[in-house]
């Protein structure tokens, strides 16, 4: 590329459409152990650690019947309730043939994390998958970011994390990499406008032309 010598993604809100598949999946647990449903800011307020951390506090000593309960449902209803945004496994794979690293950088467990890599068959484009389960530190901490950089030992400057949330501002801001963020289907839009992130993209079309012109 002639700007960015590695590129890290989030998944959930950034390559894929799965905040629906989620909240199903926390409710079906939450229903059946906690007996009652929970609206989608209640499960976003939940947001940070991984799964299992959130369904260990939910469901104590019955957290490995849950925890097997919640990856089944998440994995049945992954089809139905799931998808990539259109146009972005295209990029990926345009980023990949020119053998650029290509870093996942998630708060999801890496459990999650490769059904849903493997389902949109673009798990094996990534060199390199750091997950919340990876990490002493879930974002904002640039924890992910700084494994993937010392790895390929890149120069910060020429790497981009395309996130979006406000939390992958400040993870790339600390990290000392460049940070698009990506506003198509983001929960936090205020929140990451405010940081002033050095790229912003509102439709897949837009980021994929920023990513092609950038492709030698």
Same mark, same amino acid.
């Given at each position: 590329m002639k700007n960015?010598?590695?590129?890290?993604? @989030?998944? !959930?809100?950034?390559?894929?459409?799965?905040?629906?598949?989620?909240? =199903?999946?926390?409710?079906?647990?939450?229903?059946?152990? +906690?007996?009652?449903?929970?609206?989608?800011? #209640?499960?976003?307020?939940?947001?940070? $650690?991984?799964?299992?951390v959130i369904l260990k506090?939910?469901?104590?000593?019955?957290?490995?019947? =849950? *925890?097997? !309960?919640?990856?089944?449902?998440?994995?049945?209803?992954? #089809?139905? +309730? =799931? /998808?990539?945004? $259109?146009g972005l496994k295209k990029v990926i794979e345009q980023i990949k043939s020119k053998n650029i690293p290509l870093g996942i950088f998630t708060g999801k467990g890496r459990e999650s994390s490769l059904i849903t890599l493997k389902a949109f068959d673009i798990l094996n484009c990534f060199d390199y998958i750091v997950?919340? /389960? /990876?990490? @002493? #530190?879930?974002? $904002?901490? $640039?924890?992910?970011?700084?494994?993937?950089?010392?790895?390929?030992?890149?120069?910060? #400057?020429?790497?981009?994390?395309?996130?979006?949330?406000?939390? /992958?501002?400040?993870?790339? *801001?600390?990290a000392g990499v460049k940070i698009a963020s990506v506003l198509w289907d983001s929960t936090y839009k205020e929140k990451v406008l405010a940081l002033n992130p050095d790229f912003v993209f509102y439709t897949v079309d837009e980021f994929a032309g920023f990513i092609l012109n950038n492709l030698e």
């Open positions: 960015f010598d590695g590129i890290i993604f @989030d998944i !959930d809100g950034t390559l894929t459409a799965t905040n629906k598949l989620i909240f =199903a999946s926390f409710n079906h647990i939450a229903e059946k152990y +906690l007996h009652k449903k929970l609206t989608n800011e #209640e499960i976003l307020a939940q947001f940070g $650690p991984t799964e299992d506090k939910w469901t104590e000593h019955r957290y490995d019947e =849950a *925890r097997s !309960d919640y990856y089944d449902f998440y994995e049945a209803n992954h #089809e139905e +309730l =799931a /998808d990539i945004f $259109p997950t919340g /389960d /990876d990490v @002493d #530190e879930h974002k $904002p901490s $640039p924890e992910g970011i700084n494994k993937f950089v010392d790895t390929y030992k890149l120069n910060r #400057e020429r790497v981009l994390m395309v996130g979006d949330a406000h939390v /992958d501002v400040i993870a790339a *801001r600390d």
